[in-house]
Structure formats: structure tokens, C-alpha cells
């Protein structure tokens, strides 16, 4: 099981746990990730908001590094997944926009490989199976709510592994995994991702419905498969809990963090320690 | 807004509307006005004027008044009402179209959200990749608000999740390259 890795800007920064974590569990369940040499940024929302060319370009410069070794490529990130998906759909769906990149690369893309999100290949190339087998530290007694937001689910046609209104995949991970997944309705709601940056007057009130669901459907902590969802959710909690006079403290997971500890980690070699709201208490009073 | 004489209107604005379809490559008569973009769209709540409304401007030969909304900009690229639409119609690809026309033509009305992703694609021009202290220190620069997001530039220092200096990739030279490619095509990256 080989796979080019793009870890993606966010992944170098303030990220940095969901590579580390990704990274850990792709080496226990013999995941095999070639990091694309010298990977530059997807371009991201500010990209496609500016230049439709500019952000198929941008994601395509590494896209093509991996085809040429005849990979598929795993993206933790959601955002990049996202970006990266649209590029090779566009590239694939028409010989004009293939040749246009091509010619923009400065070098041949066809589009050939794959962009598959690491949540996917972890879910359904490794399988729940293979993990149950691995896991040591079963998550008994948590009570999560699995938070997709948008780019990991939407638009379907684009991203296809789940559904975009209910989607199971990090819930049947979380199950998997002897924790409980809630049911609850903001699960694939936005979270302002990098609006929530230039403003985030309108970003928190969008940050705090989510946050705010998640508690009311009884969840002690959110598991997350994107950096812009972590670090809204996270790092602008207590902004978010303020500005609507209520108080909070809901860890939040990536799912690479969660799924370290079970198959036997310390929560600070995933890097559990960096976060904003300490995930350590909770993991610590379930015996983990 | 005034009265206005509808059909002058759709005249006047037939190269606007042609503009941002061919763009987008969303065809404006699609959409039927059912208001299911609207109804869960999740920033519609600081927008001036809702999803639907925009098209609705757009159809009807008021394009003028969707350049000058708030809503493009504020407009999240969730990508919820593009895969609710029963007419598939690519909203959020509509929104990119009127916000680059509307900034060809000196329209911003949402200053802090151009500048914000200004200074993000110049850190990937100028290194490859983006870089968060340096992207939060050129924004706070150039919003002239240095006190804002500075405020959380030292805790995410201290948790080590940004670091003080930026990465250069190494072939920095094919990021310049699509750049310079894309501004050749006519591109509309400032
Ligand atoms: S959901 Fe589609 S058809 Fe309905 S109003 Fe919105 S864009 Fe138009
Ligand atoms: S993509 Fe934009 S317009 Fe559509 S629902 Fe999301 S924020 Fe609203």
C-alpha cells in the first residue's frame, strides 16, 4: 500500500500534530507515504477566489510530480484535498484544460493518478477490520461527534467517497475504535475556514453553532480531518464561547490523534500537548 | 435602490451577464429561484443580499448592484448550496466570477478579505509555499491593524505551530513560472 504524501502548507505550521500524527499511524498499519519531493502550495481558497487558471496551476505542479511515479496521492488535509480534486477533474475532463496546465507546468499532466483524502485510505484501503486487530487502547467511554465540516464531503461529484448530508466514514473510525459517535446535526456545517481569518466577527458566530451542537448532543470532544476546521474550532473557542456569553471546553481531535492513541501512542508524541483546549484531561480520565 | 426600467436594464447589462457565465460557466436562466441555496447557505446571515438574490440581480439586468455586494466576499466556498441545487448550478463559481468583475473594475467592498488573500498568494509566489507568521504580520501591515490577529501570532508561536521564518521550496522557480504563466493568460491575480 504506497502512496505519494502531500501534507500541504498548514500541515509545516500550525498543523504540525496532524503530520506527525498521520504519519505514526501510516507506519503501524503499513501505510506507505513518498512524500512529493519539494511540494509547493495547493493555493487554497485565496486562489480560486482570485483566478480560476492560478488554482488548478498551483495544485497540479505536485499532482504531476506523482504521476510521473504512477502514485496516488494521500492528502490529510481537506482543503488541499479539495483543490487537488478539482485540478485533476478539470484536467481529466477535457483535453483543452489538459493541455492548458501542461503547457502552464511546463511539463506533461494527464491527470492519470489519483487524489484520495488520508481519512479514506485509512477507513477503506486499510479497512476497520485490520485496525480493530491493531488497536491496544481501546477509547471506551468517549463520546465524540465526528465533524466532516465541507470540503472533506462536498461537492459529491467532486469528492465521492461519502455522502455530502450524512457522512459515516470518521464515525464507523470512531466506532472502530470503541468510542462512541454521536448523532448530531452540524456535522458537515462550515466553519467559516479562512473567513473566519479577515473576518472573524462573522467566523465565530458560525465557529460557535458547531461547538454549541456538539455539546448539546452530549459530546466531550469533536474529531476533525482538517486543519482550518481544528484551528477555528480549537484556537478560536474561547473567542467564540466570550462573544456569546457561554463557556466551553470541548477538546478538539484530529482523527490521525485518536487513532494514534489507540493503537498505542502517547498522546504528546501526537503532539495532544499543542492544542488550545487540552485534550489531555479528557483522555486521562478515561484511563488513556 | 431606485426604480429602474427593466428591459433598458437587460440590454445594458448583456456583456456583464455574458461575462460572468462564460467564467463560471454557470448559465443564469438554470436556476429557477427556489431558494434552496439561500436557506442553508451559513454566512447568508452577514450577507447584504442572499445566494439566490444574486442571481436574481444578475437575471434580471441589475448586475451592477451584485458588483457592489458584500456577498461574493463573504461568500465561504462551502459548497453547500452547489450540491444542494436541483439545477446544479455552480454557485460558488458564480461568486468567484462577480468578485474578480467587480474588482476589474475597482469594486471592494470587502477590503480586509482582498488584502487578506493578496498577501496570502504573494508569500506562495515569493517561497512556494504559504507561511503563517509571515502572512499574519503582512495582513495586520497592510489592514493596518496590528494588534488584531498579532494577538494569536505569540500562542501559536509558543505552541510551535508557526515558525518565525518562512520555507523556501527549491524550485521556487516553477511556482514563479505559474504564476507568471497564469497573469500572461490574462489572468486576473493582482
Ligand atoms: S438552489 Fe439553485 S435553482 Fe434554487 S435558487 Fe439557488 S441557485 Fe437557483
Ligand atoms: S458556497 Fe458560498 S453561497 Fe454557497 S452556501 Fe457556501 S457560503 Fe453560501
Known amino acids: 500500500m504506497k502512496y505519494a504524501y502531500y501534507p500541504g502548507c498548514s500541515l509545516e505550521a500550525t498543523a504540525k500534530e496532524y503530520n506527525l500524527s498521520a504519519k505514526l499511524v501510516a507506519k503501524k498499519l503499513g501505510i506507505e507515504l513518498w512524500e512529493i519531493p519539494d511540494w509547493s502550495c495547493c493555493g487554497a481558497t485565496a486562489a480560486h477566489n482570485r483566478d480560476y487558471l ?49 503547457e502552464i507546468l511546463g511539463s506533461e499532466y494527464k491527470a492519470t493518478n489519483k487524489t484520495r483524502a488520508f481519512l479514506d485510505v485509512v477507513v477503506n484501503d486499510v479497512g476497520l477490520e485490520r485496525i480493530k486487530e491493531q488497536v491496544v487502547k481501546p477509547l471506551k467511554g468517549l463520546k465524540l461527534a465526528a465533524y466532516y465540516g465541507c470540503l ?49 466577527d462573522i467566523g465565530v458566530k458560525m465557529i460557535y453553532q458547531i461547538l454549541r451542537h456538539a455539546r448539546d448532543a452530549g459530546a466531550e470532544g469533536i474529531v476533525t480531518a482538517c486543519p482550518l476546521c481544528l484551528l477555528n474550532l480549537d484556537m478560536r473557542q474561547a473567542q467564540a464561547a466570550r462573544v456569546h456569553s457561554d463557556q466551553l471546553n470541548l477538546p478538539i481531535f484530529y482523527f490521525t490523534e485518536l487513532l494514534g492513541v489507540a493503537l498505542g501512542y502517547e498522546p504528546k508524541d501526537l503532539g495532544l500537548d499543542t492544542h488550545f483546549v487540552n485534550p489531555v484531561p479528557l483522555l486521562e480520565a478515561n484511563g488513556l | 435602490m431606485e426604480r429602474v426600467e427593466l428591459s433598458v436594464a437587460l440590454r445594458n447589462n448583456r456583456s456583464l451577464k455574458n461575462k460572468v457565465e462564460s467564467e463560471s460557466g454557470v448559465v443564469l436562466s438554470d436556476c429557477y429561484q427556489c431558494g434552496k441555496c439561500s436557506a442553508g447557505c451559513p454566512a447568508a446571515f452577514a450577507m447584504d443580499y442572499t445566494p439566490r438574490q444574486v442571481i436574481r440581480l444578475l437575471q434580471l439586468g441589475l448586475g451592477g448592484e451584485a458588483l457592489k455586494s458584500h456577498t461574493p466576499w463573504l461568500c465561504a466556498s462551502c459548497q453547500t448550496c452547489y450540491s444542494r441545487c436541483p439545477r446544479e448550478i455552480n454557485l460558488p463559481r458564480l461568486m468567484e466570477a462577480v468578485r474578480q468583475e467587480a474588482k476589474r473594475r475597482g469594486i471592494i467592498p470587502e477590503r480586509k478579505v482582498d488584502i487578506f488573500e493578496k498577501a496570502f498568494l504573494d508569500t506562495v509566489e515569493k517561497y512556494g509555499r504559504a507561511h503563517e507568521m509571515g502572512l499574519m504580520v503582512q495582513y495586520n501591515l497592510r489592514t493596518l491593524q496590528p494588534i488584531k490577529d498579532a494577538l494569536l501570532a505569540p500562542p501559536l508561536l509558543l505552541k510551535r505551530k508557526i515558525s518565525p521564518l518562512p520555507l523556501k521550496i527549491k524550485d521556487i522557480d516553477s511556482v514563479k513560472n505559474i504564476f507568471a504563466k497564469v497573469r500572461n493568460e490574462g489572468g486576473s491575480k493582482q
Open chain 1, 152 to 200: 472533506l464531503v462536498r461537492p459529491p461529484k467532486l469528492t465521492s467517497f461519502d455522502d455530502p448530508e450524512e457522512p459515516m466514514t470518521m464515525d464507523r473510525l470512531i466506532e472502530a475504535l470503541d468510542a462512541e459517535a454521536l448523532s448530531w446535526s452540524y456535522k458537515t456545517e462550515c466553519c467559516g475556514g479562512s473567513l473566519s481569518t479577515a473576518r472573524t
Open chain 1, 54 to 102: 492560478l488554482s488548478l496551476a498551483l495544485p497540479a505542479r505536485n499532482l504531476a510530480i506523482a504521476e510521473k511515479e504512477g502514485l496516488d496521492v494521500a492528502v490529510p488535509c481537506a482543503a488541499c484535498f479539495n483543490r487537488m480534486r478539482t485540478a485533476e477533474t478539470a484536467v481529466r475532463e477535457s483535453r483543452d484544460m489538459q493541455k492548458r496546465i501542461s
